[in-house]
């Protein structure tokens, strides 16, 4: 047990707390594809929030045509009101293309476009993934209730252990090490922000709608990090929060092929180095990547003893691994595509809204891939 404050607002779990807070207001975002269609860790979450009853839950779906369908009974089989936004519709694509709105593909887009359904009817919102098999009822609470203290932002933490093992690989491995080597060089303010979360990937956040429409989001992976420096400009030190979610069991990802953890490193080391950029760090990065992996490598050196003394299983020579395939992320970041915030976009929420609509309800199911 311990008590430590971050530089932001860290929210301990001492007595399993579910505390008051604003749901009647606030939509829940839970980005899906059709691969979560009966998935018991997405049954968990849906009926879950079934029992928190929040004002909506908007599931922006990336999806194939034939797919759809069985994916809408499916959700209006939960007892708690949901929108489902159909992502990669060809009503939405064309509504994007007309509006001059970049047309990538990923989980970040998907939960662009349902900030932008949800910011205009709800006082606040919160993300949530649908991967997570011990999903509580008191996670949306809980992340909500510094924002009923007049914070603007808040992301959860959590312990990524299951089967004995430490998982958590990607931020243990890639991020956490690369920001540590990063401030070392750096006192930036910026990097003072990123490090003070204690698990700066977790698809767990909550905002006020205005922080919602403020928000250039990346469009795949990297939209985590990337939301992390967007909140440091919009709400900085004094308007964060962290909160405590306890354990978290998730599905797990392979290092290698796509979609793969190396992959996914590549979409956040862009992300960072995009929010880096934007504070006019100058980064050296001929040096960087073997500072990286000098740094992870007695990190891994730090989790073996953490886990024996836990008794967890540790596979030391795999970590390393993990650490030479991540350091081939540390590169400059490449173009700049990142989704307009939608304050500043001509895209309307009403017509976007009106185009799902359109892409569900229409004569035949019409898409481009998934």
């Known amino acids: 047990m311990e008590y430590v404050q971050e530089r932001i607002a860290t929210v301990h779990d001492f007595t399993n707390p579910v505390p008051s807070a604003p749901t009647d207001s606030t939509a829940v975002v839970v980005p899906m594809t059709h691969r979560e269609y009966g998935v018991p860790a997405a049954e968990r979450v849906l009926s879950t929030l079934a029992r928190v009853d929040p004002a909506t839950v908007v599931v922006p779906l990336r999806a194939p045509p034939d797919r759809v369908d069985s994916f809408r009974e499916w959700l209006d089989g939960f007892d708690v009101d949901t929108e489902l936004l159909w992502c990669n519709s060809e009503p939405v694509e064309s509504l994007l293309a007309r509006s001059g709105v970049p047309t990538d593909r990923g989980k970040g887009r998907d939960v662009w476009l349902a900030l932008g359904v949800a910011a205009p009817d709800h006082e606040y919102i919160t993300v949530h993934d649908a991967d997570a098999t011990t999903y509580s009822a008191a996670h949306v609470p809980r992340l909500l209730a510094p924002l009923a203290h007049e914070y603007s932002f808040s992301k959860g933490y959590y312990a990524r252990i ?8 990607l931020f243990r491995l890639f991020v956490a090490p690369l920001i540590r080597v990063l401030s070392d060089r750096h006192q930036a303010p910026v990097l003072r922000y990123l490090d003070s979360f204690r698990y700066a990937l977790a698809g767990e956040f909550a905002m006020t709608a205005e922080l919602a429409r403020s928000i250039r989001a990346q469009p795949s992976w990297g939209l985590e990090i990337g939301t992390l420096g967007e909140a440091f400009d919009y709400c900085g030190f004094e308007g964060t929060a962290q909160v405590d979610l306890g354990f978290h069991e998730h599905d797990h990802r392979a290092v290698g092929g796509e979609t793969g953890l190396a992959d996914m490193a590549d ?20 040096s960087l990547p073997s500072a990286y992996r000098r740094t992870a490598n007695r990190l891994v050196k730090q989790y ?12 030391a020579p795999a970590e390393r691994e993990q650490v030479e395939a991540y350091g081939a992320a540390v590169t400059p970041p490449g173009e700049d595509e990142r989704l307009p915030a939608w304050k500043d976009v001509s895209l309307s929420p009403a017509d976007l809204e009106r185009a799902a609509v359109r892409a569900l309800d229409g004569p035949s199911l019409t898409s481009g891939e998934d």
Request: without cysteine; negative net charge.
């Open 304 to 315: 073996a003893l953490d886990a024996s003394m836990n008794g967890l299983e540790f596979d």
């Open 162 to 169: 299951e089967d004995e093992r430490l998982y958590g690989r």
């Open 267 to 286: 979409h956040v080391g862009n992300a960072l180095f995009r929010v880096l950029d934007d504070h006019g760090l100058d980064v050296e990065y001929g």
